[in-house]
């Protein structure tokens, strides 16, 4: 290979390595062009290599800064954990991402093209962003499998739902889930006799059938049986790559499981961010967890 060849492949590399962001300068001092690009409808342009970005968000609750200058990202795929001690604003900060709760000041970006603070509730969850609550809410009275395909039905009133059918893709979809959530066996139990990690893989599954390509998970595991917990894991270990994740937990046993990157949110901001052994080792984080 020649020189020249060579430098050309070292730039391209660099390029790659360090992509501009949505608020990245370019050399003229504008936007990075790609900025403005329209992705294809139903795509999240995420050729920045962030499919969320949070920079400078602030809110306030009667004066008080529950969410202060919090500024973080995530990559396609990623699985990122977020820990915190209570009150830190994790569940905050999942409000503000899917539009429950209005920031005072800030951007939030789902991929680079979508400004999430321009978007109600209900647009964020159709843009590709699914919740799961601590709590699990599925339909008690209906089996497992009527409840996934509630999770399909768009809401057109009580008749148009009476004569919902599923087509083939959607039928081949819920198959699918069900087998990803564990529950094959359990198709036609009923919800409410499920076990409480059931329950919740069901919930999981229900936001599955919509193919979100963002999951929010606040405290998954809170409530599991050992075994629950480490299926849940498993879970989100082959969820991981096919959709992007943020799971907040406070089970460090299963963090540890299932994180490569951790961020400590304290005050409202990031305190800190790495492996889950870095994280533990640094001293601001110890002293969040054990100095109060
Ligand atoms: N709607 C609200 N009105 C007033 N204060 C609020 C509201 N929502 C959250 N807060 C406050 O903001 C802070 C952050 O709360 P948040 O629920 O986000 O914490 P968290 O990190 O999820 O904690 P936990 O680990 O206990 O779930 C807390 O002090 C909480 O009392
Ligand atoms: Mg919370």
Not at 47 to 57: N, P
Not at 175 to 181: M, Q, R, S, Y
Not at 213 to 221: F, I, R
Not at 283 to 290: A, F, G, N, P, T
């Amino acid at each position: 290979m020649t020189p020249d060849l060579m430098e050309e492949g070292a730039r391209i590399r660099e390029a790659r390595a360090a992509p501009p962001g949505p608020t990245g300068k370019t050399e003229s001092g504008g936007r990075a062009a790609g900025f403005s690009r329209i992705a294809t409808p139903g795509e999240v342009d995420v050729t920045h290599g962030r499919i969320l970005y949070l920079e400078d968000v602030c809110v306030s609750f009667d004066g008080f800064k529950a969410i202060n200058n919090l500024s973080l990202d995530i990559a396609p795929g990623e699985l990122r954990c977020i820990i915190g001690p209570n009150g830190a604003g994790k569940t905050t900060m999942m409000d503000i991402i899917t539009g429950k709760t209005r920031p005072d000041s800030g951007t939030v970006f789902f991929g680079s093209t979508i400004d999430l603070l321009r978007h109600n509730e209900p647009e964020i969850a159709q843009l590709g962003i699914g919740r799961k609550f601590q709590k699990p809410t599925v339909f008690e009275q209906l089996s497992v499998f009527e409840n996934l395909e509630l999770a399909l039905k768009t809401p057109k009133g009580v008749a148009a739902s009476m004569r919902f059918r599923l087509d083939s893709g959607q039928s081949d979809r819920l198959a699918e889930v069900l087998h990803t959530i564990h529950l094959a066996d359990a198709v036609t139990r009923q919800a409410g006799n499920l076990s409480h990690g059931q329950k919740q893989w069901l919930e999981i599954g229900m936001l599955l059938m919509q193919d979100p390509k963002l999951l929010l998970l606040d405290e998954p595991v809170a409530g599991m049986t050992d075994e629950e917990t480490a299926r849940t894991a498993e879970l989100f270990l082959t969820l991981k790559g096919k959709h992007s994740l943020m799971v907040v937990e406070h089970d460090m046993s299963f963090i540890r499981t299932i994180s490569e990157i951790v961020t400590v949110l304290c005050d409202g901001a990031v305190l800190a961010q790495g492996t889950l052994d870095q994280v533990q080792a640094d001293e601001r984080v110890i002293e969040v967890y054990l100095g109060r």
